[in-house]
Every structure is written in C-alpha cells, then in structure tokens.
C-alpha cells in the first residue's frame, strides 16, 4: 500500500519536571510525553497515526510560519 508523506509541525515544551511534551497543532487532541527528545519525538509519530487513523477526516498540515513568545502582566492577587 502506497502512503502519502504529510510534514506536520510539532511543539516540544519541558514541564517542571523535566518531562518533554510534543502536541501537534493541527490535530486538535494530538500529544504526548516522554522524558527524552528522542522518545518524544518517536512517540508523537505514533499518537499522529493513531489520531489519523481514528479521525477518518483528510487532514491538511498547515505551513509553518514561526513561533513567537509574548509577555503579558498577569494581575497579582494577595
């Protein structure tokens, strides 16, 4: 069976705790975790296919851009 390639963007976060989270942005409900790059990066292909799979829906990676941070003040209350 022939398979058509899809490059999807992938955001990769650390926790508190050091543990990497992969979430693809496309894919609403799409991520996962692990405690290396390597084994995020491994898991996070298999949560697409498996959400590709149970999604049955044509779903269309959308062209990367960029990644910008913002700073907002965030109100303080005591």
Do not use: N
Request: glycine share 8%; net charge negative; hydrophobic share 35%.
């Amino acid at each position: 069976m022939e398979k058509e390639i899809l490059d999807f963007t992938v955001l990769i976060e650390q926790d508190e705790d050091g543990i990497y989270i992969a979430k693809v942005p496309e894919i609403g409900g799409c991520y996962t975790q692990g405690k290396s790059i390597e084994e995020v990066l491994k898991r996070i292909k298999e949560a697409i296919e498996v959400c590709l799979e149970g999604d049955k829906e044509d779903v269309t990676p959308l062209k990367f851009i960029g990644i910008q941070r913002v700073q907002i003040g965030k109100p303080v209350f005591s």
